[in-house]
């Protein structure tokens, strides 16, 4: 029986590390060879206790007014800002897609941008002014469905840069 | 060289020099072999120094985050896990018989790889799906239950299953998540035959997440939750007809206890008039077209009943109160199947669940009496006092009578107590007269 152990212990080890590889994997590969988009944003500032802070983010309303399906076909208004037009429940042959994050109707990917701990709380304070004389999107990655985030922006600037500049 | 560890080497000097036999150098050896490291102070200070560590090599991870490259986030994602399946590699290799050592790798590796889970999903902001991270990281977790034989990563095994099913409840993940649930109790059920502070240890943790499974089972198979808990605790009285060889103190000490102060609160609630004329969860369900719910209450009923019958021939009482408890158990399915929550029937259903509480207290008392056991005695007369204190809710009744009443169950309470004491003394006062003539 002790003799499995080892045999065992390797085998857990290796499936242990092949859960967050997977990710890593398959997510770096978006991050660096996907197509870029910009999707327009409000951000708010919640805490989630397992991973830090982060800036909630909630995609524009023209972003869900497109009926359910699991994928998500992106195209690119005239404002150089990205909108999901149609939603199926088949894959599309042509065009970029983006996968729902849910699986009984169309839900955007986006929905948090992690962040420092110090940093978070000043985003925050960023958020207010958004909406009214500020404009909030977010950089994505796009390729085969998996979209990645990569950037938050505030009027085109870097919401790290932003706060880095203000401190 | 510890003392111990000198003098096996001179036990296997002197049988090397034929100053004692195998057999004599075997009992020696047994007597004075170094204890193992199990010291429960060391096995809390080593789980805990595990946790502190992993949780100081991430936040210090964590103090820079903003200005490290992609790849090097992702190191240090991994850098927790890698070293505790290091060392976990280590233990099975060198240090495999220092339950300090299993117990605390254990739970490094189980937080190592939530906390490599939730930094790789921080690195790359994945949209939140909490249950489907909980799962994952409890079932990669729970090998290192079995291949360490630790108990630690257990509570969170249990906790993290829950959650998820919690969270996506439906009837096909509460099959599932009884499934999972068996794979964590089956570790305890190996484990019967060390009778340990461990074993213990493991034993309430599984009650009190089995009692949570039933209750989120429940809700998705859209069962009667008093119904669920009253036959889940059934089952707990009954569970040490599970096996006939008799099982450890240690592991069946939750389930009595749990079990029987459960039931017997349930069972309280039961005797409300209330609680029969009030339509149930389960009557808005079609009744007899709740499959999933009437399946699952039948299964745990049977198995009660099933080792009730094997209980019958060691412990009679016991059989007796998983009877009682059973029966109201099918009272009270019966009454939402047939939709008798009509205000007509509840008098009646609230006179038989009364007379059964009653019962179940007399038959403690009576037990307590012949066996001289003051616990099951007091509890008995603590079942009958707090029905008849129920009683005041539903009858009126003014302060003099309720004074009286109280008075007449406190010399009750206080004379059986003394007349067992006096027993008790009498029966070893004869014992030790019998030891000293012979």
Not at chain 1, 99 to 111: A, E, G, Q, T
Not at chain 2, 348 to 357: P, R
Not at chain 2, 377 to 391: E, F, H, P, V
Not at chain 2, 410 to 432: A, H, M
């Given at each position: 029986m002790k003799k499995l152990l080892m045999p065992a212990l390797i085998a857990v080890i290796v499936a242990q590390l092949f859960a967050p590889a997977y990710t890593v994997i398959n997510r770096y590969d978006i991050l660096k060879t996907g197509e870029e988009f910009k999707f327009k944003v409000r951000p708010v500032d919640p805490y989630d206790a397992f991973r830090g802070r982060y800036v909630s983010l909630s995609p524009e309303q023209r972003q869900g007014s497109h009926g359910s399906g699991r994928y998500g076909v992106i195209t690119v208004g005239a404002d150089g800002f990205a909108l999901i037009s149609s939603a199926s429940d088949k894959k599309p042959v042509s065009g970029t897609y983006v996968k729902s994050s849910d699986r009984s109707s169309f839900v955007l990917p986006i929905d948090r941008y992690y962040m420092n701990e110090k940093l978070a709380p000043e985003a925050e304070t960023l958020v207010q002014q958004v909406g009214s004389d500020k404009e909030a999107y977010v950089t994505v990655r796009v390729k085969n469905g998996g979209m990645v985030i990569s950037g938050l922006f505030i009027d085109g600037v870097a919401i790290e840069e932003i706060i880095r500049h203000r401190s | 060289m510890r003392k111990e560890e000198w003098l096996i080497a001179e036990i296997d000097s002197w049988q090397q020099s034929e100053l004692i036999d195998a057999d004599t150098a075997g009992v020696l050896k047994d007597r004075y072999a170094p204890k193992r490291n199990t010291n429960a102070l060391i096995i809390l200070f080593s789980v805990i120094g595990a946790l502190l560590i992993g949780a100081g090599v991430i936040l210090i991870g964590a103090w820079n985050w903003e200005y490290f490259p992609i790849p090097l986030r992702i190191a240090i994602a991994f850098l927790p896990l890698v070293i505790s399946q290091a060392l976990a590699v280590f233990t099975v290799r060198a240090?495999?018989?220092s339950l300090a050592w299993r117990e605390s790798i254990a739970i490094l590796v189980t937080a190592s790889v939530f906390a490599s889970i939730a930094i790789v999903g921080q690195v790359f902001h994945l949209p939140s799906d909490y249950g489907a991270y909980v799962l994952t990281c409890g079932l990669l977790s729970l090998p290192m239950i079995y291949i360490l034989d630790a108990a630690s990563p257990l509570l969170v095994y249990y906790w993290a299953i829950l959650n998820w099913a919690a969270l996506e409840s439906s009837p096909t993940n509460a099959l599932i998540l009884l499934g999972l649930f068996v794979l964590g109790a089956l570790f305890v059920y190996l484990k019967k035959g060390k009778a340990t502070a461990r074993l213990a240890y493991m034993a309430r943790v599984t009650v009190a997440a089995g009692f949570a499974l039933v209750l989120i089972m429940g809700i998705a198979l859209k069962c009667s939750l008093l119904l669920v808990a009253l036959c889940y605790f059934v089952l707990l009285v009954s569970?040490?007809?599970?096996?006939v060889e008799g099982l450890p103190e240690q592991l069946l000490a939750p389930f009595k206890i749990i079990g029987v102060l459960g039931g017997l609160i349930t069972t309280a609630i039961l005797t409300y008039e209330a609680m029969w004329s009030y339509a149930d969860?389960?009557?808005?369900?079609?009744r007899l077209a709740n499959v999933g719910g009437s399946a699952m209450i039948g299964i745990m009923l049977a198995a009660a009943v099933f080792f009730a019958i094997r209980l019958f021939k060691y412990d009679k009482a016991k059989s007796g109160l998983v009877a009682s408890l059973a029966f109201l158990c099918v009272l009270r399915f019966l009454w939402i199947m047939f939709g008798?929550?009509?205000?007509?029937?509840a008098f009646i259903f609230m006179c038989v669940s009364n007379l059964a509480m009653l019962l179940i207290a007399v038959g403690f008392i009576v037990y307590g009496v012949r066996k001289t056991a003051p616990l099951q005695t007091n509890i008995g007369m603590a079942a009958i006092c707090a029905l008849i204190a129920m009683r005041f809710f539903d009858v009126e009744m003014d302060f003099l009578w309720r004074g009286i009443v109280f008075l007449v169950l406190g010399t009750v309470f206080l004379l059986v107590n003394v007349k067992i004491l006096r027993t008790r003394k009498q029966s070893k006062q004869e014992e030790s007269r019998q030891e000293d003539e012979a």
């Amino acid at each position: 029986m002790k003799k499995l152990l080892m045999p065992a212990l390797i085998a857990v080890i290796v499936a242990q590390l092949f859960a967050p590889a997977y990710t890593v994997i398959n997510r770096y590969d978006i991050l660096k060879t996907g197509e870029e988009f910009k999707f327009k944003v409000r951000p708010v500032d919640p805490y989630d206790a397992f991973r830090g802070r982060y800036v909630s983010l909630s995609p524009e309303q023209r972003q869900g007014s497109h009926g359910s399906g699991r994928y998500g076909v992106i195209t690119v208004g005239a404002d150089g800002f990205a909108l999901i037009s149609s939603a199926s429940d088949k894959k599309p042959v042509s065009g970029t897609y983006v996968k729902s994050s849910d699986r009984s109707s169309f839900v955007l990917p986006i929905d948090r941008y992690y962040m420092n701990e110090k940093l978070a709380p000043e985003a925050e304070t960023l958020v207010q002014q958004v909406g009214s004389d500020k404009e909030a999107y977010v950089t994505v990655r796009v390729k085969n469905g998996g979209m990645v985030i990569s950037g938050l922006f505030i009027d085109g600037v870097a919401i790290e840069e932003i706060i880095r500049h203000r401190s | 060289m510890r003392k111990e560890e000198w003098l096996i080497a001179e036990i296997d000097s002197w049988q090397q020099s034929e100053l004692i036999d195998a057999d004599t150098a075997g009992v020696l050896k047994d007597r004075y072999a170094p204890k193992r490291n199990t010291n429960a102070l060391i096995i809390l200070f080593s789980v805990i120094g595990a946790l502190l560590i992993g949780a100081g090599v991430i936040l210090i991870g964590a103090w820079n985050w903003e200005y490290f490259p992609i790849p090097l986030r992702i190191a240090i994602a991994f850098l927790p896990l890698v070293i505790s399946q290091a060392l976990a590699v280590f233990t099975v290799r060198a240090k495999y018989e220092s339950l300090a050592w299993r117990e605390s790798i254990a739970i490094l590796v189980t937080a190592s790889v939530f906390a490599s889970i939730a930094i790789v999903g921080q690195v790359f902001h994945l949209p939140s799906d909490y249950g489907a991270y909980v799962l994952t990281c409890g079932l990669l977790s729970l090998p290192m239950i079995y291949i360490l034989d630790a108990a630690s990563p257990l509570l969170v095994y249990y906790w993290a299953i829950l959650n998820w099913a919690a969270l996506e409840s439906s009837p096909t993940n509460a099959l599932i998540l009884l499934g999972l649930f068996v794979l964590g109790a089956l570790f305890v059920y190996l484990k019967k035959g060390k009778a340990t502070a461990r074993l213990a240890y493991m034993a309430r943790v599984t009650v009190a997440a089995g009692f949570a499974l039933v209750l989120i089972m429940g809700i998705a198979l859209k069962c009667s939750l008093l119904l669920v808990a009253l036959c889940y605790f059934v089952l707990l009285v009954s569970i040490e007809g599970l096996s006939v060889e008799g099982l450890p103190e240690q592991l069946l000490a939750p389930f009595k206890i749990i079990g029987v102060l459960g039931g017997l609160i349930t069972t309280a609630i039961l005797t409300y008039e209330a609680m029969w004329s009030y339509a149930d969860t389960w009557s808005y369900q079609g009744r007899l077209a709740n499959v999933g719910g009437s399946a699952m209450i039948g299964i745990m009923l049977a198995a009660a009943v099933f080792f009730a019958i094997r209980l019958f021939k060691y412990d009679k009482a016991k059989s007796g109160l998983v009877a009682s408890l059973a029966f109201l158990c099918v009272l009270r399915f019966l009454w939402i199947m047939f939709g008798l929550s009509d205000s007509s029937y509840a008098f009646i259903f609230m006179c038989v669940s009364n007379l059964a509480m009653l019962l179940i207290a007399v038959g403690f008392i009576v037990y307590g009496v012949r066996k001289t056991a003051p616990l099951q005695t007091n509890i008995g007369m603590a079942a009958i006092c707090a029905l008849i204190a129920m009683r005041f809710f539903d009858v009126e009744m003014d302060f003099l009578w309720r004074g009286i009443v109280f008075l007449v169950l406190g010399t009750v309470f206080l004379l059986v107590n003394v007349k067992i004491l006096r027993t008790r003394k009498q029966s070893k006062q004869e014992e030790s007269r019998q030891e000293d003539e012979a």
